[in-house]
T-cell receptor
Framework: GENVEQHPSTLSVQEGDSAVIKCTYS??????FPWYKQELGKRPQLIID?????GEKKDQRIAVTLNKTAKHFSLHITETQPEDSAVYFC?????????FGIGTKLQVIP | GAVVSQHPSRVICKSGTSVKIECRSLDFQATTMFWYRQFPKQSLMLMATSNEGSKATYEQGVEKDKFLINHASLTLSTLTVTSAHPEDSSFYIC???????????FGEGSRLTVL
């Protein structure tokens, strides 16, 4: 089955700085790579996703890059704000069924 | 976006009892729903895929007789934790695929505590 590795597990940045979270996956058949944000005690929320036919996607301060050859994808958050503090999960798989990474706890320090 | 509602949000039960958790898609029909388990500070682990009108598909290591899943309608899937024990205490979350994009929408989650 699919194996997703995510790092770092924790990340602290100063407000205004950029944050980068990286994931690798094992199944070359995977074609859908979403990123979720989960605040403490709440449900995961999709923040951005990318499909295998696209190398990069951007939505305001959030961007995701995908390298299918190397089987890795990354989340980039620019101009971080305190409200960006949360746990971020990458995921990899098919259109509906995905495998999640272990999560990255991002702390943005005001 | 599509709304998925989960109930109850918190449940405390005695060891040996059974607990049912409901997952509803409120404004769309979901032929497939997913059930996850999340331990503190850990990732979401897929337990099973719930298919409307047919048997659920369980992930390796998940006991189907322990975690009963029923998906009797296009808007409701239930997870029953049978004969619950303290080690079953966890955060259980469901998800359903949205009606247009296939994006996964998650329920609020249910925190189960077995005494």
């Amino acid at each position: 089955g699919e194996n997703v590795e995510q790092h770092p597990s924790t990340l602290s940045v100063q407000e205004g700085d950029s944050a980068v979270i990286k994931c690798t996956y094992s199944d070359s058949a995977s074609n859908y790579f979403p990123w979720y944000k989960q605040e403490l005690g709440k449900r995961p929320q999709l923040i951005i996703d990318i499909r295998s036919n696209v190398g990069e996607k951007k939505d305001q301060r959030i961007a995701v890059t995908l390298n299918k050859t190397a089987k890795h994808f990354s989340l980039h958050i620019t101009e971080t704000q305190p409200e960006d503090s949360a746990v971020y999960f990458c995921a990899s798989g098919g259109y509906q069924k995905v495998t999640f990474g272990i999560g990255t706890k991002l702390q943005v320090i005001p | 976006g599509a709304v998925v509602s989960q109930h109850p949000s918190r449940v405390i039960c005695k060891s040996g009892t059974s607990v049912k958790i409901e997952c509803r898609s409120l404004d769309f029909q979901a032929t497939t729903m997913f059930w996850y388990r999340q331990f503190p500070k850990q990732s979401l682990m897929l337990m099973a895929t719930s298919n409307e009108g047919s048997k659920a598909t369980y992930e390796q290591g998940v006991e189907k007789d322990k975690f009963l899943i029923n998906h009797a309608s296009l808007t409701l899937s239930t997870l029953t934790v049978t004969s619950a024990h303290p080690e079953d205490s966890s955060f259980y979350i469901c998800s359903a695929s949205g009606p247009t994009t296939g994006e996964l929408f998650f329920g609020e989650g249910s925190r189960l505590t077995v005494l």
